[in-house]
């Protein structure tokens, strides 16, 4: 069978983050967390300028305007204002945001949120310098896409009746380009539109994400790119935390009107996708085409339903899987040649306190509840793994990377004969087994057992990952961790770092994780493990491999054996 796996969650989507040797950041080993250190410099206005408001942060709870006998009424106004996506005394940005008249702007904008039939009756008040061209403020399915154009300081009268229930979105550009092309200022004209069927009004909760970029200015020596990833108008650790209890229902309505796709994943169960849309459009889907998955990709303008199956308690995330949307390193980045760019130097996190996590993360803790299971303990004697950490230096065969190795023995493996990616971990369904990780880097690092089922202190999340007042630690330089679990599902997966550090997640630390139904075997020669991931020694061009080579390896097929099965992609 062949089993192909995506390390790409560490790509960003349009092939823009560089990648340079490992051995060109040892200087920066030290270096703090740019989230923790320095702050970003914030934009003020000219001495004459009009101070401008602080934007509100919107969670997505109040519907604006007035509903009465069928009909909302509501005025809403683009302009100004200060946002602080981080902590409300943190860097601050100025950018454009909607606003419902005679309140604050928000981010995202004021939610509106209706019964299938309702008739809208808004105005929109376009406050900036420039003209706004405004989507999403018309019937569905079938009310045309064209935008409505509001030149400065004008105001346009609209009327349209929603009648589809769904998940939707509207948002605004003075740029003149869709939502790929929001880079700047204009990123956060966004909110939800929610349309639900008559008579119900479900008890969800509703994200919107977004990514703010500033380019350099032409000529800045500086040559920085400042970036927010958020969700709801907040980064990691200041988005908003929840808890639940085992078994209770949580329902999400998840939107994304920013110019990345993000790969969503949930740490340590399932969630169900009930319906999938555009922002035009909203299918719900029958429950035999369902997805139960970990990590759902959401592309630019996508919107999801989804149902979160929290069965066992402790302290989990929910993030976009993309290193660049849920790494602190990220905040700054470095222009390179070829439109590329990378962390800025210096900014490579080393800390123990922290793991390194910023931008579109979201922290759950699930508590016990009247569902909650017994812990079984297994009579089978746990399986031993012992799992190697390590630096492969370069040589005239290879590039320098940090590596998995399995130790077998009692003596380690020959540095060597190290690959990229890791080595298949092969477990079996049900059972027991302690991977003992060794730790023989420099610096702290945490792995994460993607899509696997078990207790949050050994989900590999050093500080948040565990349950009441045991917190799960990194692994520091010479030390070691048992992560303790027995995978409850077969399937295939993968194992990678969790230290949100860019040396070490493209320098190579992920592998593939197969767990077998009891009674298979793993048989090399048929089973065929296909690993997607990013690098290369070109830092610049930062290519993807396949199995960690520029063109793949040669796959050998043996005659008349069945090495054919439906691949499953993993983000």
Known sequence: MSRTLSAQNFRHPAGRIGYRRPQAFAAALAALL????????????????????????????LPAGELRDGVLRLALEIGRGDWYPEAESGPSVVVRAFAEAGHMPQIPGPLIRVPAGTEVQASVRNALDDAALVYGLYERPDGGKDPIEIPAGQTRELRF????????????????????????IDTQLSGALIVDPPGEHAADRIFVMGIW???????????????FAVINGKSWPHTEQFTF??????????????????????????????SEGNGETDKPLPSERQRLVV???????????????????????????????????????????????????????????????????????????????????????????RLLVRERPGSERYSAATVFQLQEGSQPPPLEAATVPGPPLVLTQGEPVEITVVNQLPEPTAVHWHGIELDSYYDGVPVWGGAGDKHAPAVMPGQSFVARFAPPRAGTFIYHTHWHDFRQLIGGLYGPLIVLPPGQKYDPETDKTMVIGLGGADDQKAPLLLNGGLY???????????TTRKPTRRW
Request: glycine content about 10%; some cysteine; charged content about 15%.
């Open 34 to 61: 740019l989230c923790c250190g320095a702050a970003l410099a914030q934009q003020t206005t000219a001495p004459n300028s009009p101070v401008l408001p602080r934007i509100e942060t919107n969670r997505n709870l």
């Open 161 to 184: 009746r929603l009648t589809a229930p769904g998940t939707y979105d509207y948002w605004a550009t003075t740029t003149q380009g869709g939502l790929a092309r929001r880079s700047g």
């Open 213 to 227: 970029l500033k380019r350099p200015a032409k000529g800045d020596p500086q040559q920085k790119i400042e970036q």
């Open 245 to 274: 209890h085992v078994g209770e229902p949580v329902h999400w309505r998840l939107i994304n009107t920013s110019f990345f796709d993000h790969p969503m994943h949930l740490h340590g169960h399932y969630f169900r996708v009930t």
């Open 295 to 385: 990590t759902d990709r959401m592309q630019i303008g996508d919107t999801r339903s989804v149902e979160l199956l929290l069965d066992h308690e402790g302290r989990w995330l929910f993030h976009c899987h993309l290193l660049v949307h849920m790494s602190g390193e990220y905040r700054f980045m470095e222009l390179l040649p070829a439109g590329s760019n990378m962390p800025a130097l210096g900014m490579h996190h080393s800390m123990a306190d922290a793991t390194g996590m910023s931008g579109i993360v979201l922290g759950i803790t699930v508590l016990p509840g009247a569902t909650s299971a017994t812990p079984v303990v297994s009579a089978t004697p746990p399986r031993q793994i």
């Open 552 to 562: 793949g390896p040669l796959i050998v097929l043996p005659p008349g054996r069945n």
